[in-house]
């Protein structure tokens, strides 16, 4: 710093006054801060500053800098996106982000049940909404996504049973079974079972063959991840007559007119509440959520929180706490703790503000309307020469996959061909379905309108 | 819930007016009547009753409260000069020092009164007195006013004594089992020590008041107990003979193990099954040289003050942990009870200065299933 | 100049020093959100679809077996915008964000600024609006904040590669246990099977290598705080697969053995994975590889200052020596002559440990704290953090029955772990009663993890974001209540008093009979006591 330049006094830091340094300096009787540095060894403090580029000081030239940088991207509002394939475009009513931009929630952490009472309420509201959605009546406080969620079931089912083999169903996003094979290395036998090429959903007799009385958990998601609904009936009986626990992952918005696990037989459910409020982020906007009947065998398996209703010592109060805060499953030899932290509150508090907003009609017209869309895509994509909708009999509800084989174009290229014309296409499947040749993944919800179906037709019809 | 408002809660009190009595004058200890003697002779005084008001002087919530107490010096005077009242009082004779009968007679008609909780003020003699009239028939919490206080059921003081009974008025608190130890006071003040673990008081135990918001702490101590046997139990060596020492956390593979064996005392086991109960220094001696393959002991720390050895299982004599090896003693203790030790090292004082200096430096802890903790063991008591 | 008894001023101070606040906090008496349906009510209005594309499905329940149609709506309630949003607001205001109050009461949490430009950016449609799964043509900008925010974690760690996938702290700590185990597995190290921890790191090291099937030895701290470097001795062994440990951990208190620790654990091949939870106090002083660290974890909800979210979104940064790139979550961003792109091709790698790439938009914000601040403003955060610790820790040490143990005499970091031991002894009265009784004058206070090593604990951390005013406001606050506690102990033992409710009766939460975790079961369990 040279002599004639002053000291930067930060404004996110009200004591980098020299004034203020000083003041305290005396206070606590020291020379300089290098005191309070003293047990640091010589030779691990660091010479000089840091090699960062120089700083933007003022908030203006910081805005204008990030900005640059974020008018590099192009969003899905600039183009029209099919994308789908766990991270979800739909509407996001204003009061979601007027909710979830209030500083009080932004700000919090981990206050009482007292002084953060707002906090508290909102999230078992958030639960109690959900419980409504899957008829469950345990949901846990969120965790950091619809994949954590999966994994933590599978652990949860293992402990509950006492047994370790778990078969998960192979049409699942294929990062989801990563995930799932590091989350469980330890404690879980994990066993793939293949997808029927026909039906696009999990193979029933393959599972028949996989299926033992050692068997803890079958796990498959519904709809699952080329879009096809499941017969959540079939595969649960199954599971259930081996004595083995259905746990299943469903989209949360497909629940206005999708049955709810619970009702054919799931006993865990789990999820991603993205869908519910939560813009796309480029997958930050992901929360997951873990539910069950309120079995207390079940309840004491969960590793995260669970909020639950009380009375205080005012008449008609409510109070909001921990339930069942020792949990523990020792006796199945295996600490049931996992780890829990800092994961997605924010989000759960949205997911309740979107699901107070929606109501029962809104939930119900919202999975009408994207399940129209898809009938109606699916018809008009099957009609464009060489485009092949592979599992078209089967029921889809915002995704299914679209084939290209026939168009004698890799989907790498017609997606590149697509976004020159301001179209996000489906997501390109060929790596990892190699079966499905050059196939991609199509979404569409309640944000497409006809024209937006037609637009994509007409531009694909230009690009075959 | 409306329970509170119901019928008001009602609480017995004891007091041991000659608690402490010989602490101040060198005793040792108040237990036996020429002890007493003695010690108001060397102008020592009772601390029960002083002590007592403190804790009923902080007490929060008197009214929902209805208290049993007994006459005169071993309760109704405290209570009176509290400023509260004593609704139902026990008869005392005011002629004579009164003894651990009355203790326990008291204690035995409190119980029959329907009390839902015993508060006495006293040491570790009184505490035994408690033991053997109550059991775990009622919930009891101690007000530290004797010399000796090793036991697990006192307060750390009469004010947190005081708190924790009006949280358990509330009904904010739960019941734990805690040790009942005591020394023998004529060894004592031989200068020899020798202490025993008796038996376990429920007793009302801090919990958090507020569960913390941040992260969670989500192990009863039973829990803990039963991930300690898991573990445990699974690296039990065939044809290996085990001694097996007192106290809860080892009474907990001896459940998991199913074998009837003492809370007390210390037990054989061999192969899973149980050898001996409850045996003596000469019985364990005879039976490591009976045994042909190694020998295994497996103790826990033993009341407040984080004893290995050397109290509660005199039994375990250092001629035994000679026998033994020092290399083959495991500790299994919950998490809890070490962290309460608020970082004091564990102590040993088996009566052999060279046996303690072996048994120091570092040993390994089973605190729950796959969970050790490197914890320091001392052999200086002060 | 001369004032009348009128001036209102003079009543809000005494020699200079504010008053005591006279506070409470807003308190609507607010129903559960399902006792505000009304039959009918909308929320908002559903596009509907196009003439052409209902026909074309027709009955679309049709389309779906019959086992997979939902036969009931689901029992939300039905209520008008207007009333959602005002049920929400009121339940934000019974809230104490850190934007309110004087935070340092939530020690181990570095509560500090968040900076509102921060999250205006992060609103923005550029960056909510970004589909994970787009071309990476298309997100050019936000990768290449992502790869420059990862040079700065560099530069901060001495590490050689990041990956902000992990969603908050605890996922950061787990990912770096997969590392571990990842790493000895490819060495074939089978027989390492053993973590050390530290009684006073985060409990999140032991439970996550644990979930690896890790043995977990944990140290104690020596009379001077630190973890016992015999104790470490006397666990370490050819088993050892590693250490994971925060430096300074809770106690504030830097180990300045710590390059001991490290070289004792890798002279038997253990890795070693620095918790750097506790970062604020050494940003720009001391970096983990500069110790030989193997691994690290920042928390940007932390030390990066973006917002805590009630809990999160957040980021746990998990950054490694060039050793250990290969067995790194996928995908990596990296830079190809000035184009990002996803690099997912790492076969030895852990896999994933969440959905794509972690939460971007946190990144985003710490990415913008940081480009404000610049080096030298990194160091002033360190500084002044440190220093207000140190001040804050004179005058709360001020006060009857406070005692900060171990390392008597010492300069601590950025945070210390306090006792009230000797004010329980004398009133009875808990520290997490004094924390109930600060929250009726609208402060947070937090004692520390469970179990508690130190008895009755509190842990305060000022950070660079309070000023010396705020501190002495919440040091005379925390003088009051304590005095409270020894001269009405009353007040305190049935505080809170001025929050939002009273005290909760907590039976029902630990009896299934009784708890209830959703309103349809509290519905179910207590149908009786409603109608009285």
């Given at each position: ?9 930060y ?6 006054t ?26 691990l ?5 840091l ?6 000081l ?12 974020l ?5 899905t ?5 099919f994308?789908?394939?766990g ?19 932004v700000?919090a ?8 009472h707002?906090?508290?309420q ?5 639960t ?37 083999k ?8 294929p ?42 958990v ?12 499941e ?30 696990p619970a009702?054919y ?14 813009h ?6 992901h ?47 295996e600490n ?15 997911a ?6 929606m109501?029962p009609?809104g ?7 994207i399940l ?9 994509l099957?009609k464009?020469?060489?485009?092949n909708?592979p ?9 299914f ?28 499947l ?17 944000v497409?309108?006809?024209n ?13 | 819930?409306a ?5 008001p809660?009602t ?9 402490g ?26 601390r ?24 005169g010096?071993m ?21 004579r020092?009164?003894t ?10 409190m ?15 009184t ?8 059991g ?21 003081s009469?004010?947190?004594?005081g ?17 009942v ?33 941040k ?7 039973h ?10 139990a ?42 001996a ?6 019985e ?8 042909r ?22 039994q ?42 072996m ?24 | ?9 003079k ?8 008053n005591?606040?006279?506070?409470h ?9 399902m006792e505000?349906s ?28 019959s ?29 104490l ?8 009461g939530?020690?181990t ?9 921060n ?6 449609p550029?960056?909510a ?6 071309d990476?043509?298309?997100v ?8 420059e925010?990862?040079?700065?974690i ?11 996938q ?10 770096n246990?997969a590392?571990?185990k ?23 090291d ?7 099937g890790?043995k977990i030895i944990?140290?104690?701290p020596?009379?001077?705080?630190y ?15 590693g ?7 809770d ?8 390059q001991?620790f490290?070289?004792i ?5 253990g ?40 809990g ?13 790139v290969?067995?790194?979550?996928g ?11 996803l ?8 896999g ?10 946190v990144v985003?914000?710490?990415?913008a ?24 820790m004179g ?6 029955g ?11 970091i ?26 009726d004058y609208?402060?947070h ?60 009766r ?8 009784r708890w ?11 149908a ?5």
């Amino acid at each position: 710093m040279s002599t004639t330049q002053k000291k930067t006094v930060y404004p996110y830091i009200p004591n980098s006054t020299p004034q203020a340094r000083q003041f305290m300096l005396d206070a606590v009787n020291a020379k300089s801060v290098d005191e309070f540095y003293a047990d640091i060894p010589k030779h691990l403090k660091l010479d000089g500053l840091l090699d960062l580029p120089a700083p933007k000081l003022s908030e203006f030239g910081l805005k204008r800098h990030v900005q640059k940088l974020l008018n590099k991207n192009t969003s899905t509002e600039d183009n029209l996106s099919f994308l789908g394939g766990g991270c979800y475009q739909h509407h996001v009513p204003s009061v979601c982000d007027e909710v979830n931009q209030r500083s009080e929630f932004v700000t919090a952490y981990a206050g009482e049940p007292y002084d953060d009472h707002g906090r508290f309420q909102a999230l078992f509201e958030y639960t109690s909404l959900m419980g409504e959605l899957l008829e469950m009546d345990v949901v846990n406080v969120p965790v950091y996504d619809g994949f954590q969620a999966a994994a933590t079931s599978i652990r949860m089912a293992c402990r509950y049973t006492g047994k370790r083999k778990a078969l998960i169903s192979g049409a699942i996003n294929p990062d989801k079974l990563k995930m799932i094979t590091t989350y469980c290395q330890a404690d879980v036998d994990i066993h793939v079972i293949p997808v029927d090429q026909k039906t696009g959903g999990l193979c029933r007799a393959s599972l028949k063959d996989l299926l033992d009385d050692q068997t803890a958990v079958v796990y498959f998601d519904n709809p699952n991840y080329l879009g096809v609904i499941e017969d959540g009936e079939a595969i649960c009986s199954l599971a259930n007559e081996a004595g083995a626990v259905p746990a299943v992952a469903v989209d949360p918005i497909s629940l206005g007119v999708l049955a709810p696990p619970a009702n054919y037989g799931a006993k865990l459910v789990t999820g991603d509440i993205q869908p519910l409020g939560m813009h796309m982020q480029f997958g930050g906007g992901h929360a997951g959520f873990i539910a069950s009947h309120d079995e207390p065998d079940m309840v004491m398996q969960y590793p995260s929180r669970l909020f639950g209703i009380a009375p205080t010592e005012v008449p008609g109060e409510y109070g909001f706490g921990d339930v069942a805060f020792e949990r523990t499953s020792f006796e199945k030899r295996e600490n049931g703790q996992e780890y829990v932290g800092t994961a997605a509150v924010l989000w759960g508090i949205t997911a309740g503000v979107y699901l107070a907003t929606m109501g029962p009609q809104g939930m119900q017209e919202i999975g009408e309307g994207i399940l129209q869309r898809n009938c109606y895509a699916k018809q008009q994509l099957s009609k464009l020469p060489g485009v092949n909708v592979p599992h078209f009999d089967q029921p889809h509800f915002k995704e299914f996959v679209v084939n290209f084989d026939d168009t004698g174009k890799t989907v790498a290229e017609i997606n590149l061909a697509l976004q020159e014309k301001g179209i996000f296409a489906g997501h390109d499947l060929s790596a990892d379905w190699p079966e499905l040749g050059q196939s991609a993944l199509y979404c569409f919800t309640e944000v497409h309108t006809q024209n937006d179906i037609d637009t994509l037709c007409q531009a694909l019809t230009e690009v075959l | 819930m409306a329970k509170a408002i119901a019928k008001p809660m009602t609480i017995g009190l004891i007091i041991n007016p000659v608690a402490g009595l010989g602490g101040r004058v060198g005793l040792k200890g108040s237990d036996g009547i020429d002890i007493q003697r003695r010690a108001r002779e060397l102008g020592g005084q009772g601390r029960g009753v002083e002590r007592t008001i403190s804790t009923l002087n902080s007490l929060s919530t008197a009214s929902d409260v209805e208290i049993l107490t007994c006459q005169g010096t071993m309760g109704e005077d405290a209570v009176k000069t509290a400023g509260l009242n004593a609704n139902v009082v026990f008869p005392i004779s005011p002629y004579r020092q009164p003894t651990p009968s009355d203790t326990m007679a008291a204690a035995r008609w409190m119980v029959e009164q329907g009390v839902s909780l015993i508060v006495f003020a006293g040491g570790d003699g009184t505490a035994r007195n408690l033991l053997d009239a109550v059991g775990d028939q009622v919930p009891v919490l101690g007000i530290p006013a004797g010399v000796k206080v090793q036991s697990a059921v006192f307060a750390i003081s009469p004010k947190a004594a005081g708190e924790l009974l009006s949280r358990f008025i509330q009904g904010s608190i739960r019941c734990q089992s805690s040790e009942v130890m005591d020394l023998d006071e004529e060894e004592l003040r031989q200068q020899r020590v020798s202490a025993r673990l008796y038996g376990y008081l429920q007793t009302p135990v801090d919990r958090c008041l507020t569960q913390g918001a941040k992260t969670r702490s989500n192990t009863s101590d039973h829990a803990s107990a039963l991930a300690i046997a898991e573990e445990m139990a699974g690296a039990m060596c065939p044809d290996t003979l085990y001694l097996i020492g007192p106290g809860m956390t080892t009474a907990a593979l001896k459940e998991k193990l199913r074998i009837d064996g003492s809370l007390i005392g210390v037990d054989l086991v061999c192969n899973g099954r149980l050898i001996a109960k409850d045996v003596s220094e000469r019985e364990i001696l005879s039976a490591i040289d009976a045994h042909r393959g190694p020998v295994r002991l497996l103790i826990t720390c033993i009341g407040g003050q984080g004893f290995l050895l050397g109290r509660g299982n005199p039994q375990v004599s250092p001629e035994v942990l000679n026998r033994i090896g020092f290399g083959r003693i495991t500790v299994l203790a919950t998490t809890s009870k070490l962290t309460a030790l608020h970082g004091k090292p564990l102590l040993v004082d088996t009566g052999s200065s060279h046996v303690d200096r072996m048994l120091s430096g570092y040993i390994p802890v089973i605190t729950g299933y796959r969970e050790r903790q490197v914890y320091k063991v001392s052999d200086s008591l002060l | 100049m001369n004032y009348s008894d009128t001036d209102i001023r003079k009543h809000r101070h005494t020699d200079g020093k504010p008053n005591l606040r006279r506070f409470h906090q807003a308190r609507w008496d607010e129903p559960v959100v399902m006792e505000l349906s009304a039959e009918g009510e909308r929320g908002i209005l559903i596009p509907e679809a196009e003439q052409a594309v209902r026909d074309a499905a027709a009955n679309v329940y049709d389309t779906l077996p019959s086992s997979m149609r939902r036969k009931n709506a689901p029992a939300l309630p039905e209520i008008a915008q207007n009333r959602v949003l005002r049920h929400y607001l009121r339940l934000s205001q019974e809230n104490l964000g850190a934007d309110l109050q004087v935070d340092i009461g939530q020690g181990t949490c570095t509560m500090k600024y968040n900076p509102k430009i921060n999250d205006q950016l992060a609103y923005s449609p550029k960056m909510a609006e970004l589909h994970p799964l787009q071309d990476e043509s298309t997100v050019q900008g936000i990768l290449e904040v992502m790869h420059e925010f990862e040079k700065i974690i560099k530069a901060i760690s001495g590490m050689d590669k990041a990956s902000f996938q992990p969603r908050g702290g605890s996922a950061a700590i787990y990912a770096n246990a997969a590392v571990i185990k990842k790493y000895h597995d490819a060495q074939g190290n089978t027989h390492k099977d053993e973590i050390i921890t530290t009684m006073l790191s985060h409990p999140s090291d032991a439970a996550c290598a644990k979930l690896f099937g890790f043995k977990i030895i944990t140290l104690y701290p020596d009379d001077d705080g630190y973890p016992d470097i015999e104790a470490l001795k006397a666990a370490v062994s050819e088993r050892t697969a590693g250490l994971m440990i925060t430096n300074p951990e809770d106690t504030g208190i830097f180990n300045p053995r710590i390059q001991e620790f490290v070289d004792i654990v890798h002279e038997v091949g253990g890795l070693c994975a620095y918790d750097q939870a506790n970062a604020n106090g050494l940003l720009g002083i001391t970096r983990a590889r500069d110790a030989g660290f193997d691994l690290c974890q920042f928390n940007l909800h932390k030390t990066f200052s973006t917002p805590h979210n009630s809990g999160g979104p957040a980021v746990g940064v998990q950054a490694v020596t060039k050793e250990l790139v290969p067995y790194l979550p996928g995908p990596l961003v990296e830079n190809d002559n000035g184009r990002y792109y996803l690099n997912d091709d790492l076969p030895h790698g852990i896999g994933k440990v969440a959905a794509f790439y972690g939460a971007a938009s946190v990144v985003l914000r710490a990415y913008a704290w940081v480009m404000n601040l610049g080096a030298e403003g990194l160091k002033e955060v360190a500084e002044i953090a440190v220093l207000n610790n140190n001040y804050l820790m004179g005058e709360v040490l001020k006060i009857k029955g406070s005692s900060a143990p171990w390392a008597k005499g010492k300069r601590r970091i950025e945070q210390v772990r306090y006792s009230w031991e000797e004010l329980h002894r004398d009133t009875g009265i808990h520290s997490e009663q004094l924390g109930l009784r600060m929250a009726d004058y609208g402060l947070h206070y937090w004692t520390s993890h469970h179990p508690y090593l130190l008895p009755e604990p509190a842990t305060f951390e000022p950070t660079e974001s309070y000023s010396i005013t705020d501190m002495d406001e919440y040091v005379r606050t925390l003088k009051a209540v304590t005095e409270e506690a020894y001269s009405n102990p009353a007040i305190v033992r049935s505080a809170p008093h001025n929050c939002p409710i009273h005290k909760i009766r907590h039976d029902n939460f630990d009896d299934p009979e009784r708890w209830a975790v959703t309103w349809r079961a509290y519905c179910r369990k207590h149908a009786d006591s409603s109608n009285g």
